[in-house]
T-cell receptor
């Protein structure tokens, strides 16, 4: 079974430029999460999708961040314009809502560096 | 809102020895799930062990076991016979029951070093 796929793995951009991250969850997983992870810290939720619906985006800085999951499968997270403080690892995770354990499966993340 | 605290930013253990990582959490819910995740330098987070709050028996998974103290809101991870491959960041995580959504709350992590 393929795991959660993210691309790119690394991205370096100048401030004020746009950037997009892509995530393909495990097949059949209806819940998808985007997390922000700063160096040496735990992941912080940005947005959670149940199928194509964003059910929790309270921590997403909506002035510059946007996300979509149009067909309830893969998802894109965008930042426009990027700021120096956005340098971090962006993690995607997925889970299958109806399983007993509700385990999350994580992708390898995208390390963003804003210069 | 729930919070998760890991009071040990860094720990070290000698190979083949046992180490315990601490985690405490704050919640007003009576049913929930607790997890320990491992994040090696390669960055991919993987699940180590999970515990359902309604189960009194402590979860075990090979060399990994937990000490779940519900009244004290404590959830520590014990790694026995430590191996070099256990070196990683370890995150404790809390998840509410399904009817409250599926958001996870992570602690700040503990960096574990394994000394040969």
């Amino acid at each position: 079974e393929a795991g959660v796929v993210q691309s790119p793995r690394y991205k370096i951009i100048e401030k004020k430029q746009p950037v997009a991250f892509w995530c393909n969850p495990i097949s059949g997983h209806n819940t998808l999460y985007w997390y922000l992870q700063n160096l040496g810290q735990g992941p912080e939720l940005l947005i959670r999708y149940e199928n194509e619906e964003a059910v929790d985006d309270s921590q997403l800085p909506k002035d510059r961040f946007s996300a979509e999951r149009l067909k309830g499968v893969d998802s894109t997270l965008k930042i426009q314009p990027a700021e120096l403080g956005d340098s971090a690892v962006y993690l995607c995770a997925s889970s299958f809502r109806d399983t007993e354990n509700y385990e999350q499966y994580f992708g390898p993340g995208t390390r963003l560096t804003v210069t | 809102a729930q919070t998760v605290t890991q009071s040990q930013p860094e720990m070290s253990v000698q190979e083949a020895e046992t180490v315990t990582l601490s985690c405490t959490y704050d919640t007003s819910e009576s049913d929930y799930y607790l997890f320990w995740y491992k994040q090696p330098p390669s960055r991919q987070m993987i699940l180590v062990i999970r515990q359902e709050a309604y189960k009194q028996q402590n979860a075990t998974e090979n060399r990994f076991s937990v000490n779940f103290q519900k009244a004290a809101k404590s959830f520590s991870l014990k790694i026995s016979d430590s191996q070099l491959g256990d070196a990683a960041m370890y995150f404790c995580a809390y998840r509410s029951p399904n009817n409250y959504g599926q958001n996870f709350v992570f602690g700040p992590g503990t960096r574990l070093s394994v000394l040969p």
